[in-house]
């Protein structure tokens, strides 16, 4: 019979806070550690809403965009998450233009896996985005990591323990953890390259409990998720709004 302990994970609420990071830190919003000789992460507009409400010059958004450097984690900061073999850094970039994704409406997400010691020399300046929406563009936040464990939302439990007095599945920013149902759930994603189930790697939040949130906002005050692959990270990802 399924018990308590059956349905804990670990996670990691990232709890950001107003501060100054730079290039070599891990944080929401900061400067990235970007190669001169890289070239940076481009929308190519295909999967953009034209007529997405709030966007100034929508008309253009065909045109793809330049993502926006959102979150940066160092391995020696958050050993818990899956670093591929030779890598020790994660970034994840936002197109802050409005996308249809997978069936929700959001930023699309682009994800880099990186070896911070072959960067010898910094890109000079970050592309910026002409048109944006605004509600996708994050403050520049450090972090201060909580870990704990986390008990599964009541959608994610056999019928038996859903009336359990449990503590709530966190809908902060953080690794690994259960997913925040709200509008929506459970729903099971498959990988679409070896079709293992995915699972939450990363949950950015609108609202953190800490109260200090990021001013982004995704959904209904909900939270943009990233899920992976088990097998190997690098497979295609899924994005997923509640």
């Not at 920013?173 to 699972?199: A, H, L, N, Y």
Request: with cysteine.
């Amino acid at each position: 019979m399924a018990s308590k302990e059956d349905f804990t994970r670990p996670a990691v609420l990232l709890n950001p806070l107003a501060g100054e990071p730079t290039d070599a830190d891990s944080h929401i919003g900061g400067p990235m550690l970007w190669p001169i000789d890289e070239p940076w992460p481009w929308c190519d507009g295909e999967r953009h809403d034209p007529e997405s409400p709030g966007v100034p010059g929508a008309d253009i958004a065909g045109i793809g965009m330049p993502f926006v450097g959102a979150v940066q984690l160092y391995r020696r900061d958050f050993p818990e998450l899956p670093f591929p073999e030779g890598t020790d850094v994660l970034q994840v970039f936002l197109c802050t233009l409005e996308h249809t994704l997978d069936d929700c409406y959001g930023p699309d997400v682009r994800l880099v896996w990186r070896d911070s010691t072959s960067v010898v020399e910094l890109i000079e300046e970050e592309p910026e985005p002409p048109v944006r929406e605004e509600i996708y563009t994050p403050t520049v936040n450090v972090l201060e990591p909580i870990r704990f464990t986390e008990y599964a939302h009541s959608f994610d439990r056999p019928e038996e323990l859903r009336d359990e007095d449990w503590p709530e599945t966190s809908a902060g920013t953080k690794i690994g953890g259960w997913t925040c149902w709200w509008q929506s759930g459970p729903i099971e994603f498959t990988c679409p390259e070896c079709g293992s189930v995915q699972r939450q790697m990363l949950a950015l939040a609108t609202r953190e409990p800490s109260g200090e949130d990021v001013e982004w906002s995704f959904g209904r005050d909900g939270n943009l998720n990233i899920l992976t692959c088990p097998q190997d990270v690098q497979h295609p990802i899924r994005l997923w709004i509640d």
